[in-house]
């Protein structure tokens, strides 16, 4: 006789091994998937569908800006059961104790957080972050349990030109059979054969063509639909061209008012459906390609695997009945400690005037000064421009209309570092300023604005609360700041209050003039390893020619 079981769970199943939908049955017995047949239950549940519960293939949870037990209180309800989390951000800000108090974190959430140890912090030596991680370091934290690849490596260069510790981090993770993580925005021809010999996945394609390439070399494709980056549509097309079994989906970096409006990986499934993709490669795309990609145990329904299921109402509308894991019904934190154990004092630096934040025109300049701009044209990408700003006073002070605005990152790690200056083209604002504690990657404080006194304000307010975000109308005095005192980066809120609190931010923002996006593009604008200008607390980076250039051409 066939032995009861706990949970037999009845409905379409979405069989993500054989691509296709089947009418079944899933027992579960003591957290684990033991048969795809009827059995006797202790309990039984109906569900129009039946698939695995989803993973995201490669996601920064300090974007969202609450801590992971946060994190996935929004997601697990949505389908969501795994992420494959770069904790990049909080090691740039808090090195090797950070990465090892966002593992720990991990233990206060039933989502099943596996994670990449991050390869490149700092980003690169261009300017100042919070921590460095060795390659000692990077071997040391590789023996994690929860660990499970090498995470994106950026220096690219490094990669190319033989760099020891960046090939030491590499062949840390291979000794112990574990993938590694690529970011290879834009590489091509010879030197994308040559990194396609050392990196496993990529992540940052934006064009059809830039993907196809990376999929032939065998380069396991992510596309992303992030907050900022939104590529999802524009590759999909790649479905048809490859085996899809080699593509994931993922997020990268998917701010709070996305997540709780519209989910995390699980609203890619869905778009992906409603472009037309079949609905169960795009399951297939977030479950068992991710699981292959990282050797996960579940992101599958299949005897042996843990009970990791997602109980739907209609499949093409991702409409979520229930959420099993590891066989518990729609679970939940019950011993959460009250505080995390990551740092929140973290933003340290002398209190700014507008005076600080200027560009001193030369002597015998005339009535106006060229200078390069930052042309920030959506995503996370910035094009190089040119532009003649006013002098005033012996300042290079952009005229009011909005165009072009100031610029400044200023180091916020207590280790010397100094301000950046620069001027950035397409954010839109009209006047006041904007600023944020949250900058790719080195996360160092930074501040845009049609008025100097506003941004050096905004500097100081975000110093006082410890980091965050926060945007000032010097017409009526508002300041709206989203506190994220958590490194800096995220806070210990509820994630609901931390929308509230971000959405008064970008209203306030965008009645400015801030575009659509903008809060996100910002934080990207000193990011000096994605072309093509960047601003880092030390200056101006030509990211194509990796050094620092002068703002002023003439």
Same mark, same amino acid.
């Given at each position: 006789m066939t032995e009861s079981v706990d949970t037999l769970v009845r409905g379409t199943v979405v069989n993500v091994h054989t691509g296709r939908l089947e009418e079944g049955a899933v027992a579960v017995d003591d957290g684990e998937i033991v048969a795809l047949e009827e059995r006797p239950a202790a309990r039984t549940l109906d569900a129009g569908y039946v698939a695995p519960?989803?993973?995201?293939?490669?996601?920064?949870?300090?974007?969202?800006?609450?801590?992971?037990? =946060?994190? !996935?209180?929004? @997601?697990?309800?949505?389908?969501?059961?795994?992420?494959?989390?770069?904790? #990049? &951000?909080? /090691?740039?800000?808090?090195?090797?104790?950070?990465?090892?108090?966002?593992?720990?974190?991990?233990?206060?959430?039933?989502?099943?957080?596996?994670?990449?140890?991050?390869?490149?912090?700092?980003?690169?030596?261009?300017?100042?972050?919070?921590?460095?991680?060795?390659?000692?370091?990077?071997?040391?934290?590789?023996?994690?349990?929860?660990?499970?690849?090498?995470?994106?490596?950026?220096?690219?260069?490094?990669?190319?030109?033989?760099?020891?510790?960046?090939?030491?981090?590499?062949?840390?993770?291979? =000794?112990? !059979?574990?993938? @590694?993580?690529?970011?290879?925005?834009?590489?091509?021809?010879?030197?994308? #054969? &040559?990194? /396609?010999?050392?990196?496993?996945?990529?992540?940052?394609?934006?064009?059809?063509?830039?993907?196809?390439?990376?999929?032939?070399?065998?380069?396991?494709?992510?596309?992303?639909?992030?907050?900022?980056?939104?590529n999802l549509a524009d590759l999909l097309p790649l479905t048809d061209a490859v085996d899809t079994r080699h593509l994931s989906l993922c997020t990268d970096d998917r701010e709070v008012t996305d997540i709780v409006d519209r989910g995390g990986v699980d609203f890619a499934v869905k778009k992906a459906i409603d472009e037309g993709a079949d609905p169960v490669e795009a399951v297939q795309m977030a479950t068992l390609n991710t699981a292959e990609s990282y050797d996960l145990p579940f992101g599958r329904i299949k005897p042996g695997a843990p009970a990791d299921l997602v109980l739907l109402d209609e499949l093409e509308s991702w409409d979520v009945a229930h959420v099993m894991v590891d066989g518990e019904l729609d679970p939940t934190a019950d011993d959460r400690p009250e505080s995390t154990e990551l740092a929140t004092d973290t933003v340290t630096f002398d209190p700014v005037s507008g005076e600080d934040l200027a560009i001193a025109a030369a002597d015998g300049t005339g009535e106006t000064v060229r200078v390069r701009v930052i042309d920030a044209v959506g995503g996370l990408q910035t094009d190089p421009m040119e532009a003649d700003v006013p002098v005033e006073a012996d300042t290079l002070v952009p005229a009011d209309d909005g165009d072009i605005l100031s610029l400044a990152v200023i180091e916020r790690h207590g280790r010397g570092g100094g301000i950046g200056r620069g001027f950035v083209h397409g954010l839109g604002l009209r006047r006041g300023a904007v600023g944020s504690t949250v900058a790719h990657d080195a996360h160092n404080c930074v501040v845009a604005g049609a008025d100097r006194d506003a941004m050096a304000r905004v500097a100081n307010h975000l110093r006082d609360i410890g980091g965050g975000i926060a945007v000032l109308d010097p017409a009526t005095e508002e300041m709206a700041s989203l506190p994220l005192p958590v490194a800096g980066l995220m806070s210990e809120e509820p994630i609901e209050t931390v929308y509230e609190q971000y959405e008064r931010v970008e209203a306030l923002a965008t009645e400015l003039g801030l575009v659509a996006n903008g809060l996100m593009e910002l934080s990207f604008l000193a990011l000096e390893v994605i072309p093509t200008y960047r601003l880092t607390n030390n200056g101006l980076v030509d990211v194509e020619m990796g050094e620092h250039v002068d703002v002023v051409l003439s």
């Open positions: 519960g989803l993973i995201d293939a490669h996601m920064h949870v300090e974007s969202s800006m609450v801590t992971l037990p =946060e994190y !996935g209180d929004a @997601v697990l309800p949505r389908g969501v059961t795994s992420v494959v989390h770069d904790p #990049h &951000e909080i /090691a740039n800000v808090l090195g090797e104790a950070g990465v090892r108090a966002v593992v720990h974190d991990a233990d206060h959430t039933p989502l099943k957080a596996r994670f990449t140890v991050p390869s490149s912090v700092p980003a690169s030596s261009l300017q100042q972050a919070g921590a460095t991680l060795d390659a000692e370091t990077v071997a040391s934290l590789l023996e994690l349990d929860s660990v499970v690849a090498l995470g994106e490596v950026m220096d690219i260069p490094g990669v190319l030109a033989g760099d020891d510790e960046v090939h030491e981090k590499i062949a840390a993770a291979r =000794e112990r !059979g574990l993938p @590694v993580d690529g970011h290879m925005p834009g590489v091509d021809g010879a030197a994308l #054969h &040559e990194v /396609a010999r050392y990196l496993d996945t990529d992540h940052e394609s934006v064009t059809l063509a830039e993907a196809r390439a990376k999929a032939d070399l065998g380069i396991r494709v992510y596309l992303r639909e992030g907050s900022s980056s939104r």
